[in-house]
Structure formats: C-alpha cells, structure tokens
C-alpha cells in the first residue's frame, strides 16, 4: 500500500509514538509510508516508583502495597520526542501528528482543568493526591467488597471480567480513596487515567479512551455501573461515575484533538497536528505485530506480563482481566488477562538473592548481570535444580485476580545455588503464562499464534524456556519499541494517513516469524514441571491453605503497630 496516495501524504511524513512505561518513556519516530523507524530517545522518571515514601520538606511514609507516581515525571519526559526528532534527523515540520500509550490502571485525582491534587499548595504530602500506579495494590480489600456486592447483586458485568475486579483498577483504587481521605475525595473533579490525562496535556482536551474505559473503567454496553450499585458499596460513592468518570468515550485511533502551543514547545512539534486518543501499553502494541487476527495473542513482557488478543465473538474467561468490544481494534472483541510481576521478580532476585562473586564476574566480563544469569542458570537442563516456584511476588492478575498471594519456591536445599533458584523463577513466569493460554483455550477462546515484546525479549534463554513450556513457535515483533511503534500507527490513523487501525498495522507493523521453536525433550520435562506448578497454584491460590494471606495480615499488623496509623 502506498500511503503517499492516501490522503496526500507523502513519503517524507512521519508520526510520533510515545510509550509511558513504568520507569521511563520513550519516543519513536516512525515514517509514515512504510513504518520504518527513523529515530528514538528515552526519558527517565526522576521519581521512578514512589513505594516508599514520599519525598519532601516531611517525609511520609508509605504503608505495604502502595505503588504512587508524580504526574511531573510525565511531562517531564516529554523531552524524549525533540531528542528523538534530533535522532531522526528530520525536520519537526515533517511530523503530521503523535500518539501515546499508557501503564494501565495507573489513575489520578485531578480538577476540572486537569491539574493534579497532589500539585496544589498543601497536598504534597498527602499519598492520595498523587497517582497510583498499576502495581499499588493496597486496594484489595476494596476489590473485595466491590466483587462481593456484584456477586450479591447478579451484576451482569461482572463476569466480562472473569468474575473479579482487580485492585489494580479505577474503582477500587478510587474507592480506598473515599474510605481513606474523604476530603481528597471530595476535592477531586475528574478521577481519570494516566493514559487519558497525557493527551489533556498535549491537546487541552480532555478525552477517555475505550481501551481503558471498558478494560480499567467498567464501562460495558454503554454505561458504567450503576448509581444503585455504587451506592450499595457505600452511600458517598453513588455519584462517582457520573460526576468523576462520565465523558464521551473515543474510539482507539480517533482524532483527540490538535496539539496546542504549550504542549508544542515541550515535544518541539509543530502547533495543530494530529493528537491520537490514549491508550494502553499492552493493547496499542498488537497491531505493532502486523495484520490484527483473531487467536493471535501479544505477549508484552517488561516488569509484568499483559496477554492481549482479539477474538471473533464474545466469551466468558474465569479469571480474565476483561474482555471489550473494540478494546483493541474496532469489530473484534479484545481479551486482557496478565501477570502482574515477571521482569519485576527477576530484578527482585538480582538485586537481593545473588553473591558477590557474580557481579564480579558480570563487571569482569563486561556483561550486564541479569544477562550472566541467563548463562548459568541456562547450562543445566530443565529439571535438573529440582525447583519450582510460584510467581506471585506480585500477586495473581490471572486467572486468581489476588493481589493478597505471594511468591512460592519448592525444592530448595543446602546444595541450590543462586542460578538454580534464578532458573526456577524464569520457568514459574512460563508456567503463569501457560495456565492463562489453558484458561482461554477451555474457555472456547483458541490461541493460534504467539508473537512477543517488550524488555524481557532480549532474553533468549528466557524466550526459549517460554517456547518449550507453552510448546508452540514464539514470533517476535520487528522493533525493539513495539509500544511506541502501535502508538505511532495510530497517531498515523488519526492524522488520516489510513482509514482504520488494521490498514495501517498492515504496512507498519512489524514480525519476525518463528524465532524461538520449542525443543521436543525439553517440553516433555516442562509438562512434569508444570504438572507440579498447577497443583500448588490450585492449593495455594483456590482455598487449599490461605497461609499467604495470614502471613500478609500478620505482616500488615505489625506495620501499623509499628508506625502508629490506622489500617
């Protein structure tokens, strides 16, 4: 397809794509007729994860399970576009318009013009003023409720996303607002997504988006949950759909608006060009992949692990986080499951379970550490540590939905080495994933193909061990990027380079087929290995022992023991 004759645009076009990841963000320049990637820059948050507590004049601390962010981190990194425009080596004028993506659920409480409560003169110190990012998950208990009240009411809704609301979501985290600091709760105008905030930044239009308004938001047919179901949860929660969430929502790939002069001299694009509706990470990478297809699933693999497909028609998944009409592409029904620590957990065991004498050899050798892991935990075959753990470090997205599990290792003795026990956390992500591709697949929902992205691609022992678990060929997406690369087909489709998502995804899109294909011996050992997974993730996750809860309660007691603040 020549996109040259479509609409005018001509070869020498090019969109932006800006992907907001958990740490930092990065831009890519892509050009328009044939997606090649002209130039890239990444910015960094200076405040990373605030889980600890919140800097400033007085320090507060933060309880367990809190994840926030600042919202300046975020136009902040905004400098990532001119720099990669710099990369490029374009002329700003050649950019027709920008996109972004966005961490989901990752929301705010902010005023009717946008700006964040935590920004305003005196809330700088008040943890519920700031975002919480997707990891906070201190908002089970609020999840609970709200999962108890839908069961107790039939709500219809409840099973599009497998029979559990997350605490990762919009309406828990808002309501551990409500129940925790009423008077921010009050204050707060709009309670809005990251995702749908940036482009307020950029085009002075506030805008929600489908992807995180029926994945994260609840929104379902048409409508959020009811006025009388909000009041079943607690009387002072009946309006918050309508008088915090309600707007129009906009289609994925629409046109949000034109990008105005402040938001201009920050990207160093040109005022009035193309602003796309936001969007979420994981789901504006599949058409990154190339030709959208139903079955084809999208693996995004960074700090978590978000599964996305289209499917042909509409199922009920246990344990799914969501399923939308639209959610992905328009005309097919979007499926959303995950895993929400995977890169997270191996930064985690690389940072406390290694000795010394590897990050020695790492420096002597000139090799990142967790890349001298892969080696050495890789050489042995499968089987041979005799481990295997549970990789909930994070908790359970899928199909559990329990942030309240924790991590698990079996096997270990006083020979286990560091590698041994690194390779057994490799293989409990592979077996998570498996356990979602079953879970689909007993549902009527097939997966026929698996493509890969994200960080944790560069991995190759980790892709192969994924290959030989979930026994099938793992293709992986042309771009080291892919986010900002299904970002910046859709600043394409919403400049009028294309008509819809799919034709621009079939000329920017990017697929290295079959790079990673199972090894026949190896898989015979997984499927023993995972036999063993599944038992203790059914024990320890279906109701066979809570001793992970008790051990959260016990731990949680103690914290608020110790600091004096109420739970």
């Given at each position: ?11 020498d ?20 007729n ?67 993506d ?10 009717a ?21 997707w ?12 999962n ?21 979501w919009?309406f ?15 204050r ?28 994260k ?7 959020y ?13 009946a ?24 938001a ?47 499917g042909?028609?509409?199922?009920e ?51 990142p ?34 942030a ?37 697949g ?64 079939d ?29 203790l ?31």
């Amino acid at each position: 397809m020549d996109v040259s004759a479509n609409k005018g645009v001509s070869g020498d076009a090019f969109v932006v794509g800006v992907d907001f990841g958990t740490l930092s963000a990065r831009a890519l320049v892509v050009r328009v007729n044939d997606g090649a990637e002209a130039g890239t820059a990444v910015s960094e948050y200076p405040h990373g994860v605030i889980d600890r507590e919140l800097a400033g004049a007085s320090r507060v601390e933060l309880p367990p399970d809190w994840a926030l962010q600042d919202p300046a981190d975020y136009t902040g990194a905004l400098a990532a576009v001119p720099a990669a425009v710099r990369d490029a080596g374009i002329d700003p004028g050649q950019v027709i318009g920008i996109a972004t993506d966005f961490t989901a659920s990752t929301c705010m409480p902010v005023l009717a013009d946008g700006t964040p409560l935590c920004q305003l003169p005196g809330l700088a110190a008040r943890p519920h003023a700031y975002p919480k990012l997707w990891k906070h998950h201190a908002a089970q208990p609020h999840a609970d409720r709200i999962n108890a009240v839908a069961h107790e009411r039939q709500e219809k809704w409840i099973s599009r996303y497998g029979g559990k609301i997350s605490s990762e979501w919009q309406f828990a985290k808002a309501l551990q607002l409500l129940d925790e600091d009423f008077e921010l709760y009050q204050r707060a105008d709009r309670w809005i997504e990251a995702a749908d905030w940036i482009i307020w930044q950029l085009c002075g239009t506030e805008t929600r988006n489908a992807c995180t308004a029926g994945y994260k938001g609840i929104f379902q047919d048409g409508q959020y949950p009811s006025r009388d179901f909000l009041a079943a949860l607690d009387p002072r929660f009946a309006g918050f759909a309508s008088d915090k969430l309600a707007h129009p929502i906009s289609p994925l790939g629409a046109l949000a608006g034109r990008l105005r002069p402040a938001a201009a001299a920050l990207t160093g694009l040109p005022a009035g060009i193309a602003v796309a509706v936001g969007n979420v990470d994981a789901h504006v990478t599949v058409p990154a992949a190339g030709p959208v297809a139903a079955g084809k699933m999208v693996l995004i693999m960074g700090t978590s692990t978000c599964h996305v497909m289209n499917g042909a028609g509409l199922a009920e998944v246990p344990g799914m986080c969501g399923v939308v009409d639209g959610g992905i592409v328009a005309g097919l029904w979007g499926y959303e499951l995950g895993q929400s620590g995977v890169g997270d957990i191996f930064a985690w065991f690389t940072r406390n379970g290694v000795p010394g004498e590897f990050a020695e050899e790492a420096r002597r050798r000139g090799v990142p550490l967790p890349a001298l892991l892969d080696e050495k935990a890789c050489e042995p075959p499968p089987g041979a540590s005799g481990l295997v753990a549970l990789d909930w470090e994070g908790g359970n997205r899928s199909v559990l939905v329990d942030a309240g599990l924790s991590g698990l290792i079996v096997g270990l003795t006083l020979a286990t080495t560091a590698p041994e026990i690194y390779r057994a956390l490799l293989e409990s992500t592979a077996f998570g994933t498996r356990v979602i591709v079953e879970d689909l697949g007993a549902s009527g929902v097939p997966v026929t193909e698996f493509v890969v992205a994200g960080g944790l691609v560069k991995s190759a022992p980790l892709m192969q061990i994924y290959a030989d678990v979930l026994q099938r060929p793992l293709s992986v997406i042309g771009s080291e990027q892919a986010g900002a690369l299904g970002s910046a087909i859709h600043a394409a489709v919403a400049a009028g380079a294309y008509p819809d998502v799919p034709a621009a995804a079939d000329v920017m899109g990017r697929l290295q087929p079959d790079v990673y294909v199972p090894d026949a011996a190896r898989a015979e050992v997984y499927d023993e290995l995972y036999a063993e997974y599944v038992q203790l993730h059914d024990y320890f996750g279906r109701g066979g022992n809570s001793v992970m809860h008790r051990l959260r309660a016990i731990r949680d007691r103690a914290y608020f023991s110790r600091t004096g603040s109420g739970a």
